[in-house]
């Protein structure tokens, strides 16, 4: 069974809520992310490094931007982002992003950034903020030994990202993706495998390897 470091002190057994505060708490350590985002034709990927807050007691997740900037723009045509902040760990959140107009949370923003709140002082509604109003995340973690930690988790009612690799009826056990596995992670039960996934690298070669065709690619 592998046995990893826990990773910003989550382990498999946590529960979702407390692995998004984990990763949201780390995010806000940091201040800030690198968000991707569609542009306005629709194709072309692009991305902006973004400051992110607190702003209300429910550890949600807000960013803001001028109303005169391309993600507002491109917020207006495809509002969704995907985000990555990385340290010690790496925490990466997909989401839905909804506009903001309640007073309190945008006086909150500028008690935050006054120097911002200095810029736009001739007219702050042309700033706009926003929510992540619902995603899904992961905590990934290499450690020094190489050894994986990762989990994932999910906020404002969307599913968690499914695993991409998994196991189906057609595994007799007989050990070639144990035997393939770089991370070693996989282990044979009662005639069949199994992947425990907070080791688990994706990569591919369990899928690869098996001569029974006993791996599914989601």
């Avoid at 990893?4 to 780390?26: H, I, M, Q, R, Y």
């Avoid at 189906?168 to 144990?178: S, Y």
Wanted: glycine residues 8%; proline residues 3%; contains cysteine.
């Amino acid at each position: 069974m592998y046995k990893g470091v826990k990773c910003l002190g989550l382990t498999p057994a946590s529960t979702n809520e407390e692995k998004k505060k984990a990763a949201f708490d780390f995010v806000f350590s940091i201040g800030y992310m690198s968000f991707a985002t569609t542009a306005i034709d629709g194709k072309t990927p692009t991305n902006r490094g973004l400051e992110v807050h607190r702003l209300d007691d429910a550890c949600n997740m807000y960013v803001g931007a001028s109303r005169g900037k391309h993600f507002y723009d491109e917020m207006e045509l495809h509002p969704y982002v995907c985000g990555i902040a990385i340290d010690s760990v790496a925490v990466r959140i997909n989401a839905c992003l909804k506009k903001v107009d309640d007073e309190k949370i945008r006086e909150r923003y500028w008690q935050l950034n006054r120097g911002t709140k200095a810029l736009y002082r001739k007219d702050l509604s042309n700033f706009q903020v926003y929510l992540l109003e619902r995603g899904e995340g992961e905590v990934f973690h290499v450690y020094e030994d190489d050894k994986i930690a990762r989990v994932r988790f999910s906020f404002g009612g969307q599913p968690i990202r499914p695993w991409m690799y998994t196991i189906n009826r057609k595994c007799i056990g007989c050990g070639v993706c144990a035997e393939k596995c770089m991370t070693s992670i996989i282990e044979i039960r009662d005639d069949a495998a199994y992947i425990d996934y907070y080791g688990c690298n994706e990569c591919g070669i369990c899928y690869f390897a098996c001569p029974y065709q006993a791996v599914d690619k989601k």
